[in-house]
């Protein structure tokens, strides 16, 4: 942008004696600019002070808006990672968390043990088993293979969300997900479907960026 604004006002800086002599002569027709510029300004290299001030600050936005992009795609891509979960879902589930009052970063944890749950019912651990089990979820696939952990994630969340009893919804969730399990309470008892409604959301404003976005 501030590029833009020297092309623009650019030939004001090449000779600043003549300059100066145009804007005289056309002083009265020139008002309208000289007051959106600020009172006072009828010399070009006071003109030229006050472009260069008003780029500067255009361009220090600009650099702050980057640098805040910058930390933002930085940060899923950490989080994302720490958590175990890709980019996509990563930005999904903080959105989701966002609408219900909880951070997808206090849940790194309970996913965490989620996936832990996974392993030791995969190995016949009869507590884990019985939670995933009660959902109706395996934690292997046909060839006995650990199923991948973040389809077995929304799997449970959806599942928990749609269960009527609010007591066993609790239990299963604090066996699953561990203390996080509680602050997962206010999105599991969210309407039936409703994380398939607000994943869509977070796609259709343009909250979940792309895989080549975050590179970038």
Same mark, same amino acid.
């Given at each position: 942008?501030?590029?833009?604004?020297?092309?623009?006002?650019?030939?004001?800086?090449?000779?600043?004696?003549?300059?100066?002599?145009?804007?005289?002569?056309?002083?009265?027709?020139?008002?309208?600019? $000289?007051?959106?510029?600020?009172?006072?300004?009828?010399? $070009?290299?006071?003109?030229?002070?006050?472009?260069?001030?008003?780029?500067?600050?255009?361009?220090?936005?600009?650099?702050?808006?980057?640098?805040?992009?910058?930390?933002?795609?930085?940060?899923?891509?950490?989080?994302?990672?720490?958590?175990?979960?890709?980019?996509?879902?990563?930005?999904?589930?903080?959105?989701?968390?966002?609408?219900?009052?909880?951070?997808?970063?206090?849940?790194?944890?309970?996913?965490?043990?989620?996936?832990?749950?996974?392993?030791?019912?995969?190995?016949?651990?009869?507590?884990?088993?019985?939670?995933?089990?009660?959902?109706?979820?395996?934690?292997?696939?046909?060839?006995?293979?650990?199923?991948?952990?973040?389809?077995?994630?929304?799997?449970?969340?959806?599942?928990?969300?749609?269960?009527?009893?609010?007591?066993?919804?609790?239990?299963?969730?604090?066996?699953?997900?561990?203390?996080?399990?509680?602050?997962?309470?206010?999105?599991?008892?969210?309407?039936?479907?409703?994380?398939?409604?607000?994943?869509?959301?977070?796609?259709?404003?343009?909250?979940?960026?792309?895989?080549?976005?975050?590179?970038?």
């Amino acid at each position: 942008m501030a590029v833009e604004v020297f092309k623009l006002f650019g030939s004001i800086f090449v000779d600043n004696t003549e300059a100066n002599k145009s804007i005289s002569k056309t002083d009265k027709n020139a008002q309208g600019v $000289a007051k959106t510029l600020g009172k006072g300004i009828k010399s $070009a290299a006071k003109w030229g002070t006050a472009i260069v001030g008003g780029a500067t600050v255009a361009a220090g936005g600009m650099f702050k808006m980057a640098n805040s992009a910058a930390e933002t795609t930085d940060h899923i891509d950490k989080m994302s990672q720490k958590i175990g979960i890709s980019r996509e879902s990563y930005q999904e589930l903080d959105f989701i968390c966002s609408q219900t009052g909880t951070s997808v970063d206090s849940l790194k944890n309970g996913l965490k043990t989620m996936r832990s749950v996974m392993d030791s019912t995969s190995q016949g651990n009869s507590k884990t088993a019985t939670a995933l089990e009660r959902l109706g979820i395996s934690a292997t696939d046909a060839k006995g293979n650990l199923r991948d952990s973040e389809e077995v994630i929304w799997e449970s969340l959806k599942t928990l969300q749609s269960m009527e009893n609010q007591t066993e919804k609790a239990r299963l969730a604090s066996m699953l997900f561990g203390k996080a399990g509680s602050d997962l309470m206010p999105m599991l008892n969210g309407s039936s479907k409703s994380i398939d409604e607000m994943k869509k959301q977070a796609h259709d404003l343009g909250l979940v960026l792309s895989d080549e976005a975050v590179d970038s």
